[in-house]
Every structure is written in structure tokens, then in C-alpha cells.
């Protein structure tokens, strides 16, 4: 098992080497921070993905267990019922975004969200949702000016 994640990883060092490569090689290239180029996304995900794949190549050659215990597959423990609830309420999120508008949609889709990850508690569950709602607003609406669909409660 040890062997196909140090496969994967090479594969991944040598993907992001090639993108930041071609980044490099367009034109205009990646620019420099002020005014970045059309290369300068390509560039900056090719060496995160590298320096991820990297790490885990480190890490993956000094482990000592070669293999996972027996009967330990890679999708057990995994809760399917979670997994298909997170996708049903993501699609939601998307379908009654203009409807509810971006505050009430994101809200809500926190609170089902935060309650899937263990969030047991109801007061954490809403007042997270709302301070990460928020937090989003501010960021998107002020801080980059997006337009955010309102909904009919016009904000």
C-alpha cells in the first residue's frame, strides 16, 4: 500500500513541475505579486500541490509499517449516510441560493454542515454559522465587491 502512495507522489511532484514550467513559459509569465501575470495561479497551485506531494513522499519513505492492519480497507469506518447528507445539502445550497439570498442560504447550509462534523451543541452550531456567514460577507461583498444574490429578504 506504502508503494502506491510514494507512485502517487511522484506522479504529483512531476504533474505541478510541468504546470509551473508552462506557467513560467506563457506569455507574460507569472509577473510578480502587485501585478501578477496569467501563469501566476497555475504557478502558485503547481508548487503547493508539489510541496504537498513532497512532504508526503518525505514522510511516506520514513514510515516504518509498510501496510495498513488486515481487514482495514480504505473506506471503512466512513459514515455513508454523512457523506450523502453533505451532497444533498450542498446541491440544496446551490438550488435555493437566489431564492433565500447569499446570508440565509450560508447559514443555513453551516448549520447542517457544522452539525454533521460534531457540532453538538446548538448554540456553537448557530452562532458558528452566523460569525462564518458573516465573516464571508465581509470578505466577499466588501473585501473583493461580489455581487451576492439577496433573495427576498433583500439582503
Keep these: ?34 501585478e501578477p501575470g496569467p501563469g501566476f495561479m497555475p504557478f502558485l497551485a503547481a508548487m503547493i500541490l508539489g510541496l504537498l506531494a513532497f512532504v508526503d513522499f518525505i514522510s511516506q519513505l520514513r514510515a516504518r509499517e509498510s501496510s495498513p492492519k488486515e481487514g482495514a480497507g480504505i473506506w471503512a469506518g466512513v459514515s455513508w449516510p454523512k457523506i450523502i447528507l453533505a451532497v444533498f445539502s450542498l446541491f440544496f445550497y446551490t438550488a435555493v441560493m437566489d431564492r433565500l439570498g447569499f446570508s440565509l442560504a450560508t447559514t443555513l ?44 429578504l433583500g439582503f
Design 1 to 34: 500500500m506504502r508503494k502506491n502512495y510514494i507512485i502517487n507522489d511522484i506522479v504529483f511532484i512531476l504533474l505541478s513541475t510541468f504546470i509551473c514550467i508552462g506557467s513560467l513559459r506563457l506569455k507574460g509569465g507569472i509577473g510578480m505579486i502587485r
Design 109 to 152: 447550509y453551516l448549520m447542517v454542515f457544522y452539525r454533521l462534523s460534531g457540532v453538538e451543541s446548538w448554540r456553537t452550531n448557530v452562532l458558528a454559522s452566523f460569525v462564518t456567514t458573516a465573516i464571508f460577507y465581509v470578505g466577499f461583498k466588501i473585501g473583493l465587491e461580489c455581487q451576492l444574490p439577496r433573495g427576498f
